[in-house]
T-cell receptor, first 113, second 117 residues
Framework: TQLLEQSPQFLSIQEGENLTVYCNSS?????LQWYRQEPGEGPVLLVT?????EVKKLKRLTFQFGDARKDSSLHITAAQPGDTGLYLC?????????????FGKGITLSVRP | DVKVTQSSRYLVKRTGEKVFLECVQD?????MFWYRQDPGLGLRLIYF???????EKGDIPEGYSVSREKKERFSLILESASTNQTSMYLC????????????????FGPGTRLTVL
């Protein structure tokens, strides 16, 4: 079973603060995605990382895929209230024709004005 | 603008009823997915489909069935609804299948919050 553990589960911070959240597993993933889900909506893709050690930036969000492709982090600089939402990571474990996509349980982020 | 729509945002049904959840995508994607989302459990894959009339079981298919008669439409069926099927149901579509190791963007609908009384 390929489990993805996300931490922390809940995070409440003040506008302007920086934060880092994590997505960890004991399994190797061929690729990993981060989604953000706002209340009453479906998740929306933020990024896909494929290569171990890869770093991708999306405005104030920085995503990193671990060297061993077992973990990932999301760093937000100067958080804004618009960053509030549920952050989900999803990892693809692929062995040729058989692939399994696993979602983490999510991190609920609240950014106070 | 890509779009995945689900037939209802909120649905209330009684135990034992047959329930149909409909999902339509306008992106000509071959791959469609049904998930349920529960607090503390995250998203869990129920069924997915790679093509018309094709379906594959996900992690929690028990109590559910699916239908894919047309490329753009993927239906989730609860043959006899039970209270433990109260949940948020999310449909998604993707250009890429899971097999082959390419993780493409999954486009999600807004979800249907189903309550079974």
């Amino acid at each position: 079973t390929q489990l993805l553990e996300q931490s922390p589960q809940f995070l409440s911070i003040q506008e302007g603060e920086n934060l880092t959240v994590y997505c960890n597993s004991s399994s190797v993933f061929s690729s990993l995605q981060w989604y953000r889900q706002e209340p009453g909506e479906g998740p929306v893709l933020l990024v896909t990382v494929v290569t171990g050690g890869e770093v991708k930036k999306l405005k104030r969000l920085t995503f990193q895929f671990g060297d061993a492709r077992k973990d990932s982090s999301l760093h937000i600089t100067a958080a804004q209230p618009g960053d509030t939402g549920l952050y989900l990571c999803a990892g693809l474990h692929s062995t040729g024709a058989n692939s399994k996509l696993t979602f983490g349980k999510g991190i609920t982020l609240s950014v106070r004005p | 603008d890509v779009k995945v729509t689900q037939s209802s945002r909120y649905l209330v049904k009684r135990t034992g009823e047959k329930v149909f959840l409909e999902c339509v995508q306008d992106m000509d994607h071959e791959n469609m997915f049904w998930y349920r989302q529960d607090p503390g459990l995250g998203l869990r894959l129920i069924y997915f489909s790679y093509d018309v009339k094709m379906k594959e079981k996900g992690d929690i298919p028990e109590g559910y069935s699916v239908s894919r008669e047309k490329k753009e439409r993927f239906s989730l069926i609860l043959e006899s609804a039970s209270t433990n099927q109260t949940s948020m149901y999310l449909c998604a579509s993707s250009l890429y299948p899971l097999a082959g190791g390419t993780l493409g963007t999954q486009y999600f609908g807004p979800g249907t919050r189903l309550t079974v009384l």
